[in-house]
């Protein structure tokens, strides 16, 4: 069964060092979605792509945050620096399409960022 | 601005009790509404997703219901079982161009055997 991957799965870095994390979508998904769930809260939207271009991004903090999806098929998603409050679980999500019946995310595994 | 609550927070019931988690959503303008299931440091399973022209979807021991216009859904879970014990998410999506999903803050349920 096709499934959404991304690595790593957990990772644990110290404030102001760089992270990335890496996001595979189902093949043949063109919509891209990069959400941060706080633990205790639901997921948020930090930025959409639709193949290479962004959809939205007014969620991601742009002055540490930044995401690319050169080729339109994988997402790398970068801090820099990370700070405390980036401490989350990182989840990539892919569909089809945004219209229809198109538009079902299906989504990853995650990565477990902790910022000490 | 589309919010979403859940209620309640936590839930545990004894193994063989049907039960029903609520959603609430402040703005009735929704493509649809999906339920997640998350285990404990996990991603996201999709349980249900419900168009916004369908009352109910049913999978198994689950029934969720979508209530447009008083901006309500239910899961509705029968049966319980000690590994239904997760947290349960749910999600609206809104319409337009970016297909974005608004998720409450989730119902964490323990079923005791």
């Known amino acids: 069964e096709a499934e959404v991957a991304q690595s790593p799965r957990y990772k644990i870095t110290e404030k102001s060092q760089a992270v990335a994390f890496w996001c595979d979508p189902i093949?043949?998904?063109?919509?891209l979605y990069w959400y941060r769930q706080i633990l205790g809260q639901g997921p948020e939207l930090l930025v959409q792509?639709?193949?290479?271009?962004?959809?939205?991004d007014s969620q991601l903090p742009k002055d540490r945050f930044s995401a690319e999806r050169l080729k339109g098929v994988d997402s790398t998603l970068k801090i820099q620096p990370a700070e405390l409050g980036d401490s989350a679980m990182y989840l990539c999500a892919s569909s089809l399409g945004t219209s229809g019946f198109y538009n079902e995310q299906f989504f990853g595994p995650g990565t477990r960022l902790t910022v000490l | 601005k589309q919010e979403v609550t859940q209620i309640p927070a936590a839930l545990s019931v004894p193994e063989g009790e049907n039960l029903v988690l609520n959603c609430s959503f402040t703005?009735?303008?929704?493509?649809?509404l999906q339920w997640f299931r998350q285990d404990p440091g996990k991603g996201l399973t999709s349980l249900l997703l419900i168009q916004s022209s369908q009352r109910e979807q049913t999978s198994g021991r689950l029934n969720a219901s979508l209530d447009k216009s008083s901006g309500r859904s239910t899961l509705y879970i029968a049966a319980s079982q000690p590994g239904d014990s997760a947290t349960y998410l749910c999600?609206?999506?809104?319409?337009?161009?970016?297909?974005?999903?608004?998720f409450g803050t989730g119902t964490l349920l323990a079923v005791q055997p």
């Open positions: 093949s043949g998904h063109a919509t």
């Open positions: 999600a609206v999506r809104l319409g337009g161009a970016t297909n974005k999903l608004i």
């Open positions: 792509f639709q193949d290479e271009s962004v959809v939205d």
């Open positions: 703005d009735s303008a929704i493509y649809n």
